[in-house]
């Protein structure tokens, strides 16, 4: 009994010298907030988050969660904003950057599907500054850049492309998505009758990524010949026989360009 009341007197000295920590008011709001998102309330979840990193700005992660329901509305501009305060508070936060990262990826796709090329190349921007190791975030942001398809976007493309084959060890398997991207905007183009650019995608595959790809070969030698350049439609059409003399389109663009070709 005695020892009882020793520690009972002991606890009481020890709280009277020190003061009860209790959870910040910045806090409470921002779990308050949590539980509203939760319930995909949105609408009153962002006021409160935003009341919580105005009390207490070390609250980092409440920017991600304003940023997830930015993006549930499609404001891409409000996203990219707050994602980049919330990258900006404390770069060395590895959980909350992960989420980031995802959000960006999210946007950057839904911005493409969109054909808001301009926001999605600043959604994968900004996701490769926060993973510049992620192959595949150099391979999105290259898309983005040939989709918006202004001037110096095909280099700069280019650029992210072979910086992803060197980050990655997978070399074969993002050389075909590479090759995937490039393709499909040539198809792009040709469908909008843009024969230059088209071609622009074909060679720009052939010239920096593989040389003796026969279905590139022959879509450049279709190309060539349709926009009055013989010369160019033979060699690429020839090119495409070499590598491949049994590939029948190969043989088919041989014969009208120069006479039957037989196997």
């Keep these: 009994m005695q020892k009882s009341l020793c520690c009972i007197c002991a606890v009481l000295i020890f709280m009277s010298g020190c003061t009860i920590l209790s959870v910040s008011q910045g806090r409470k709001d921002f779990n ?22 105005q ?7 409440a920017y991600v969660y ?13 996203t990219l904003s707050l994602a980049k305060q919330g990258i900006s508070v404390n770069a060395q ?34 996701a490769v500054a926060l993973d510049q190791a992620d192959s595949s975030l150099h391979i999105l942001l290259g898309k983005a850049l ?4 202004t001037k110096g976007d095909m280099k700069a493309a280019l650029i992210e492309f072979k910086t992803a084959l060197n980050k990655s060890s997978q070399e074969a398997q993002n050389t075909e ?22 071609s622009r995608c ?7 990524f593989n040389p003796n790809d026969v279905e590139a070969c022959i879509a450049l030698g279709n190309i060539f010949s349709k926009t009055g350049n013989p010369v160019g439609a033979l060699y690429y059409a020839q090119k495409a026989h070499a590598i491949d003399p049994k590939n029948k389109a190969a043989m088919e663009l041989l014969n009208d360009l120069n006479g039957p070709i037989h196997p």
């Design 202 to 208: 074909y060679l720009a595959y052939t010239e920096n």
């Design 93 to 126: 936060h590895n959980k909350i950057n992960g989420r980031l990262k995802i959000v960006l990826m999210d946007g950057g796709q839904r911005a493409l599907a969109s054909h808001d090329n301009e926001s999605a190349v600043l959604f994968f921007k900004e």
């Design 32 to 53: 308050e907030a949590v539980a509203l998102f939760s319930n995909s309330d949105c609408g009153k979840a962002v006021p409160r988050f935003a009341d919580a990193v």
């Design 55 to 61: 009390k207490e700005p070390g609250l980092r992660e």
């Design 146 to 149: 040939l989709a918006r398809g």
């Design 177 to 198: 998505l590479i090759r995937n991207v490039l393709f499909e905007r040539a198809k792009e183009y040709s469908v909008k009758g843009d024969m230059y650019a088209a």
């Design 66 to 78: 304003m940023a997830e329901c930015s993006l549930q509305k499609g404001d891409f501009k409000e």
